[in-house]
């Protein structure tokens, strides 16, 4: 190891030249940056050889760990035929048997498959795509959007346009469309699911002839601080959006491949399925950037014609990535193989016996859990009380980024019960500690 292979150093030279995500970059005048020097299964280790548990699966992309065999595997081997071509005009075989196997896994129906590189552009995709169709379906006036209150869809201009959290949407609100929202259910708030569908009926009750679609987070909202909510609104609003003439957008980015028990959230609503399907995400593992937008025969068709302005003509540099294709297929060969959906069930189950210390802790309100996702607030949490825990959980070895004084956990697959229960014990310690 170089001398200058610190942590000291690595992070030094970051905030010089690195411009971190989501981060107001003073605070790292005195929150150090950690430099991830390597990681294996569920542990970061930095550069000064301190380890965390990966217990946010690096934001919420990492399904079985760091430096998995079979998708290091996968990678390598797709090295040696082809990294990356064009996907106008070319194909490649792992987008093509991505696209089958997403569609077979999928709520049936849905099964055209567009590539892009990031959540976000997912559900840009999707936004634009609904109003495309309904225009070339002569409905040009189906151009504005709705989404439920607390909803978070990603951060670029079309994407924060129907998302609701005020210290990323706020500043920008000039630039935004101006778009709808309704309530969403949550038993925390006094909002039941049928209250919440009314609110929905009612308002495209009124605007149907002008929104093209809703776009919601099934079962779990994320990032504005976990909001779970019950499978029946599901079913209820897709019932009214397809009653009222109007798209269903599930953005499964965070929710996709198992976090909420079943592969995809949507299947528990039990209901036909969304017009648009959006993942990203724990698509490849959380090895390489990709997403994808799954829709019907029916959106696919409003776009097939003679006339080359009737096509989606939108496009990203690396739509459909072969490394990312071939990172997304071992992903799925893995759920096949090892049963992850049926194998989560138990660690969902011990997984929650091992948080026992957090949920019966005295400042815990709303423990809660929906598959492999745990959460909670914290009572009388300080303003500061996010980036405190970040770094007492650092020091307990844990990687945990609360969401205001909402903390969550959603860890890779593969953490053992042990480790769940050493993150337990930790937790419930910092909670004492902290003021
Ligand atoms: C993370 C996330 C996005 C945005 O994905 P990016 O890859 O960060 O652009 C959109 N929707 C949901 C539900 C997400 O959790």
Redesign the pocket.
């Known amino acids: 190891m170089a001398d200058s292979d610190t942590n000291a150093a690595w992070l030094a030279r970051s905030r010089a030249a690195v411009w971190h995500p989501c981060t107001q970059m003073k605070v790292h005048e005195t929150l150090p940056l950690v430099p991830i020097a390597h990681a294996q299964g569920a542990w970061l280790v930095d550069f000064d050889g301190h380890r965390y548990l990966d217990a946010v699966s690096s934001?919420?992309v990492n399904l079985f760990g760091h430096r998995h065999p079979r998708i290091d595997a996968a990678v390598r081997a797709q090295l040696d035929s082809l990294a990356h071509v064009m996907l106008a005009g070319f194909t490649h075989r792992p987008a093509v048997e991505l696209s089958e196997r997403l569609a077979a896994l999928a709520p049936p129906g849905l099964g055209h498959a567009f590539y892009a590189?990031?959540?976000?552009?997912?559900?840009e995709i999707a936004l634009k795509m609904s109003f495309h169709a309904w225009r070339n379906r002569g409905h040009p006036d189906k151009r504005h959007f709705v989404s439920l209150a607390g909803?978070?869809?990603?951060?670029?201009v079309g994407?924060l346009a129907v998302t609701d959290v005020a210290l990323f949407r706020d500043v920008y609100a000039p630039l935004l469309n101006v778009n709808a929202r309704v309530p969403v259910p949550d038993a925390r708030r006094g909002v039941s699911v049928e209250a919440a569908a009314a609110a929905l009926d009612a308002y495209l009750g009124q605007h149907a002839a002008t929104t093209a679609a809703l776009i919601v987070?099934p079962l779990v909202?994320?990032?504005s601080g976990m909001t779970m909510y019950d499978p029946r609104y599901l079913a209820q609003a897709r019932e009214i959006t397809a009653r009222h003439g109007v798209h269903l957008i599930a953005?499964?980015?965070?929710?996709g491949f198992g976090r909420t028990g079943t592969m995809f959230a949507w299947e528990q609503a039990n209901a036909a399925a969304p017009d648009f399907l959006?993942l990203?995400?724990g698509i490849t593992g959380g090895y390489l950037?990709l997403?994808c937008v799954l829709t019907t025969d029916d959106v696919y068709a409003a776009f097939y014609a003679d006339d080359t302005a009737r096509g989606f003509l939108h496009s990203h540099s690396y739509t459909g990535n072969a490394l990312a294709c071939a990172a997304a297929l071992a992903v799925l060969d893995l759920f096949r193989d090892e049963q992850t959906i049926v194998r989560n069930r138990e660690r969902a189950t011990t997984w929650r016996q091992a948080l026992a210390p957090i949920a019966a802790h005295p400042r815990v309100r709303d423990f809660r859990q929906c598959g492999m996702i745990f959460a909670w607030e914290v009572a009388a949490a300080p303003p500061d009380f996010a980036r405190r825990f970040f770094a007492e959980a650092l020091a307990a070895e844990l990687l945990l980024r609360p969401i205001g004084d909402t903390v969550y956990v959603m860890a890779p697959y593969i953490v053992t019960c042990d480790e769940m229960a050493m993150l337990g014990e930790r937790v419930a310690g910092i909670l004492d500690r902290l003021p």
């Open positions: 934001w919420w590189s990031d959540g976000a552009s997912a559900n909803s978070y869809h990603g951060e670029t994407a987070e909202q994320g990032a953005d499964e980015i965070m929710t959006c990203s995400k950037p997403s």
